[in-house]
């Protein structure tokens, strides 16, 4: 399949596919928009259920939200299941909001068949389709995956820093417009207001439409607008950020969606660089 996205109606017509990997990647804390609350959980038939905050983050590390470990990474893999020859497909209760996320620590560590959902599960709610009550704990049959993560895929603040005047690189922050202009306060403590100097402001928002991505020509015309040096192909990289690494996915995947192919997650994004004050701001 050439685009990282699949409908629901796909999903639907592959649920008994042998093939499939179904996880649930939502995240209990959602910062950003007006989260969708649920009187109680419900699931795709199918479903695992994996935590990015706890067995797919790497909590001995400072930054918040930071990338897991190859270990941390295998292991989650080989609990549900997966094998490189097995079509993975992510989705979270919020429509489009954590599931980026993990689809790019997946592509990351070395899965290349790895989709998202579009829309999730509200989209799946509102189109009436079949739920359950819980999730599968564990695949029957252990997976074989081994995790290598591909580090040209996942920068640092170094990385950032080394290339603030590289006009071949441009950071693009997901945040909302006011956080990245210091005019709305961040929602963590002891982080600073303004943006990385010379980064680019697009909120995650402005990429989707209600549940969904919006079509690819409105994606394509978007990142045509932050710059004219955003082409797809030219060998121009995109490094994505955002609080802390989480909508900072959405945009990425818009990206894709949109034809560019040299893309990067700043890992800790803003709770990292916005928490050091030796580091410049804007």
């Known amino acids: ?43 795709i038939p199918g479903s695992f259920q994996i935590d990015l905050e706890g067995t797919l983050c790497n909590t001995e590390s400072s930054q918040l939200h930071a990338f897991p470990t190859e270990e941390q990474f295998t292991q989650e893999v080989r609990r ?6 097995r079509l993975v497909v992510l989705y979270d209760n919020q429509g489009i909001y954590s599931a980026p996320r993990a689809w790019w620590i997946l592509r990351s560590m ?17 189109e009436g389709r079949e739920t359950v009550s819980a999730p599968i704990n564990s695949a029957a049959s252990a997976g074989n995956m081994a995790g290598r993560l591909d580090r040209g895929r996942v920068r ?28 709305a306060p961040e ?50 990289q995109l490094v994505f950020s955002c609080g802390s690494g989480i909508t900072a996915c959405i945009i990425l995947l818009a990206a894709e969606l949109a034809g560019y192919d040299q893309l990067s997650l700043y890992d800790g994004s803003w709770a990292d660089w916005g928490s050091d004050d030796s580091l410049p701001v804007a």
């Open 187 to 236: 929602p963590r403590p002891g982080v600073r207001g303004g943006h990385i100097p010379n980064s680019l402001s697009l909120p995650f928002t402005e990429v989707l439409d209600g549940y969904r991505f919006k079509p690819v020509s409105e994606l394509e015309a978007k990142f045509r607008h932050l710059g004219t040096n955003l082409q797809p192909g030219d060998g121009h």
């Open 80 to 85: 549900l299941g997966i094998t490189p020859e």
């Open 1 to 43: 399949m050439a685009s990282p996205l699949v409908t629901t109606d796909w999903l639907q017509e592959n649920l008994d596919n042998e093939r499939l990997v179904l996880i649930d990647a939502s995240m209990a804390t959602v910062i950003g928009k007006e989260p969708i609350v649920y009187d109680h959980p419900v699931w």
């Open 156 to 183: 640092d603040s170094a990385f950032v820093l080394q290339h603030l005047d590289d006009e071949r690189v441009s950071v693009i922050d997901a945040r909302s417009r006011a956080r990245f202009l210091a005019q």
């Open 110 to 126: 070395g899965l290349e068949q790895v989709f998202v959902l579009d829309g999730g599960l509200p989209q799946w709610l509102a």
